[in-house]
């Protein structure tokens, strides 16, 4: 495995919440980001999106102040998706954003507003680039049933489009201050797919350690040792994570509000407050970091469905932040109990029991008798009766206390 050095880890792991943000041509279709390549869309066919994108109501400040509201500590944003539209003023070609009728660099802008609310920047540039004239065809490609690899290749070269990474790479980590995340995507290495020859990872890599020491690599540039956080998609590993020599791992579970990553109007599988609220404990209680995606709307807002959702963690973590930042997986031989999750705070040696259904009455604790000092509500700081005798915490608990009140803190007696 190759040394290619290591980012900085430790605001990761102690902030624990990002916000995800995926905003490109797609979000004028309006129905997933992978549109081009699921409907087999002809650069033609979707040139209107980029002829049309005009995001009059886009107001970066309010998607920042939505986010620090929620809690969340970092973002990343697409600055280039698989469509290979590129939101910032980049040099290298002329599918950009300053070409729309947009006519501006919009990431600037995105950066700037969410450094104002004291967020930390992070970048998502796809390796896979369905526009670029040198990029071959594959078996992801929109053209694979169209044309002959034969045909389409002609003329084309992957060095070139890996040197076209390397100069955008390059570009996004010199004009836009520290960044403090890179997040590439993805490798599908195998037969007809792509790997880190393709995309010239080592060499990637090297550049990107050189360019902003300290930031903080995702792991899908197919080579071993050149991430710092692994990145499981779309579902919550059930306990902790270990990296490629079996030692735990820094992890980020990426998520969505309602199923696809870009804006889609008619998606009907909103996941509810309650769920995203459960999925950020469910991260943190495993060891985990939540990257929570929102899609902005092609006129450039955040819609409503997004925002209650937003503003569902923004009233829980107002009162329960406690139990999430600096916090992770309560040590081995303490399992929480039924439909409760455990995150614990090794600095100040607080367990936090999140309580997923109503406990109505008693709350077993294994393994913890003698060891609890104190057990309070930490939404409102209000004491629970305990009986020490039988570890157990008591319900002073009823049904009429709000749903954002169902964490409970406990300082406790434990070998740190
Ligand atoms: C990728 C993108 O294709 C998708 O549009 C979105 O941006 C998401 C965050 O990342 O999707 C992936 C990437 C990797 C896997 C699955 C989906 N994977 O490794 O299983």
Redesign the pocket.
Same mark, same amino acid.
């Given at each position: 495995m190759g040394n290619y050095g290591k980012g900085d880890t430790a605001w990761f792991t102690h902030d624990r919440f990002g916000m995800?943000i #995926?905003w490109g041509l797609y979000s004028m279709p309006a129905r #997933? @980001?992978?549109i081009r390549h699921t409907e087999e869309i002809s650069d033609g066919d979707y040139r209107i999106y980029f002829d049309l994108f005009d995001p009059d109501l886009f107001d970066p400040k309010a998607w920042a102040r939505a986010a620090r509201e929620a809690g969340m500590k970092y973002f990343v944003i697409?600055t280039k #998706? #698989?469509e290979g539209f590129c939101l910032w003023d980049t040099k290298y070609t002329d599918y950009k954003v300053t070409n729309t009728p947009a006519g501006r660099d919009l990431l600037r802008e995105v950066v700037d507003a969410f450094r104002a609310e004291g967020i930390r920047v992070g970048f /998502?540039y *796809?390796l896979?680039d369905w526009h670029h004239p040198d990029f071959t065809l594959d078996k992801i490609h929109p053209m694979r049933n169209k044309i002959s690899a034969g045909e389409f290749n002609k003329g084309r070269d992957m060095k070139r489009y890996a040197k076209y990474m390397r100069d955008q790479v390059t570009e996004l980590l010199t004009n836009y201050g520290k960044i403090d995340v890179l997040?590439f995507?993805? *490798? /599908?290495p195998g037969e007809n797919g792509k790997g880190h020859l393709d995309w010239e990872s080592e060499e990637l890599i090297r550049l990107v350690r050189k360019l902003q020491p300290g930031i903080i690599v995702d792991n899908?540039l197919d080579l071993p040792g050149s991430g710092d956080i692994l990145?499981p @998609?779309?579902f919550t590993p059930d306990h902790g994570m270990v990296d490629e020599e079996g030692k735990p791992a820094v992890w980020e579970g990426?998520q969505t509000f309602s199923g *696809?990553?870009?804006y889609f109007r008619d998606e009907t599988s909103w996941k509810s407050v309650k769920m995203c609220i459960e999925m950020l404990v469910n991260h943190v209680s495993r060891g985990g970091n939540l990257l929570m995606?929102v899609g902005p709307t092609s006129r450039g807002y955040i819609d409503a469905r997004a925002m209650e959702r937003l503003a569902g963690y923004a009233d829980w973590m107002k009162y329960n932040s406690r139990s999430i930042y600096g916090c992770g997986a309560a040590p081995a031989g303490f399992p929480a109990p039924p439909d409760c999750r455990y995150t614990y705070n090794p600095e100040t040696n607080r367990l936090y029991l999140h309580c997923f259904a109503w406990p109505f009455k008693h709350v077993h604790l294994p393994n913890l008798a003698g060891k609890v000092k104190y057990a309070q509500l930490l939404a409102d700081g209000s004491e629970i009766r305990r009986r020490e005798a039988v570890n157990e915490v008591h319900s002073n608990l009823n049904s009429t206390t709000p749903d954002n009140a169902l964490t409970l803190e406990l300082p406790v007696l434990l070998p740190q």
């Open positions: 995800f #995926h #997933h @980001e992978w697409t #998706h #698989h /998502y *796809s896979i997040w995507d993805f *490798s /599908y899908r990145t @998609e779309q990426c *696809s990553w870009g995606n």
